[in-house]
């Protein structure tokens, strides 16, 4: 995935299967998020951690969504 900030667009490769395309739209919307929040100037591995843990959690919240709607 990519997040182009210039176009404030996400990229995801269409050959990744859905779990990993979900987290890696999450991934990126963590990064779309700092830069939303004027968070710009972190060491690329501050932020990846950061993104990371953002994804982590959004994956935890929309799986526990997801099975309690069935």
């Known amino acids: 995935g990519l997040w182009l900030s210039d176009e404030r667009r996400i990229l ?10 979900w987290r890696t739209l999450l991934h990126e ?4 998020a700092l830069q939303e929040a004027g968070i710009v100037n972190l060491s690329y ?3 990846e951690a950061i993104v990371e843990a953002i994804a982590s959690g959004m994956m ?3 799986r526990h969504l997801l099975k309690d709607s069935k």
């Open 60 to 62: 935890h919240v929309c």
């Open 12 to 21: 995801i490769k269409s050959t990744l299967n859905r779990e990993v395309a």
């Open 45 to 47: 591995n501050k932020e």
């Open 29 to 32: 919307l963590g990064h779309a």
